[in-house]
């Protein structure tokens, strides 16, 4: 016999109505043999062994319901004390489809259902910035304005301006900011591939990566991916920067805090700006990047760039003292 069972598929919900099955007669069967052990004769015996038909359990959409149904939560917060509730999306299907369309169980059949999904009308994301009063850090970055490059600095920060993370979500860089393409506006600019400066599109992009990424380390986040540049970048000091390539390589940080986190960036004025606002706890850390560098390699041109070896250290104070030093990469830079 096989069970009557549900799964969930992409979108749909799938029934299985099982099969039935054979069970034996155990006391029949007992009986049977006891009764063949009496004879003395010892002559071959063919038994008929006793059976009966197994069904499936009976169909139990309410149950089933119970167990997918997912009431559509809108987002809120509160201010005094502050407190949140995160959006969720509402899920259900029919039980009157479901109920019409399958007749009978055991009969080894699949039947299919689209699930119903209820959006929410308010996402914590629609939040102003009355909902993340405090700044927990900021950080920024000095830009040349080359005006291809700070356009793509301009579109990226403008991707990633009013991204909200809720405790436990993880922040893609990818995923925000997407592909960087002619057709969504970017510009060819400078670019390090396969260890030469080329110009390609987006080309300037990682400048705001860069910033983001010492922004989050300040902010208390818990970085999840993270690679520096093969040469090192004008606009940062050995093991401070952060790159990413569209599709092989991104930059993530994940929100361990217990309150959603709100960024905003801007490129103007020759500076890459990122802030991370939030809500402070009773005890925050003062939390930046320290570096040690291990070994240096001379310009090979003289307009290149000096190589670097060097330990990045996560290093957390509170008072003013060390709580905490952690080692959290080795960064080589080439020299060309």
Known sequence: MKSLGYYIEDDELVITTGSNGVGI???????????????ATYKSQVFVIPTYVTYPNSLDVAKIRDEI???MINASYTT???TFVVEETGVDFSVDEVLSTIKNVGTNEEYRFDLIYTKPEVKVSDFGMDAFPDLLATYRTAYVNNPDR?????I?????NGTVIVPGGTFSFNS????RTKSRGYKDAAIYSDGTVVNDTGGG?????TTIYNSAIKANMTITERRNHSFLPTYSDPGYDATVVYGSQDFKFKNTRDYPIKIVASVENGYCTVSIYGLK????YDISIETNIIKTMKKKTSGGSTGYVVDSYRVVRQNGNVISREKISRDTYSAH
């Open 25 to 39: 007669e155990k006391e029949a069967l007992k009986e049977i043999l006891l009764s063949s052990f009496q004879d």
């Open 176 to 179: 925000v900011v997407g592909p």
């Open 281 to 284: 706890t009773d005890n925050e």
């Open 205 to 209: 992009i990682c400048q705001v990566v």
């Open 156 to 160: 990226a920060a403008s991707k990633i």
């Open 150 to 154: 700070t356009t793509n600095l301009r």
């Open 80 to 82: 005094n004390p502050y």
């Open 69 to 71: 149904y997912k009431p």
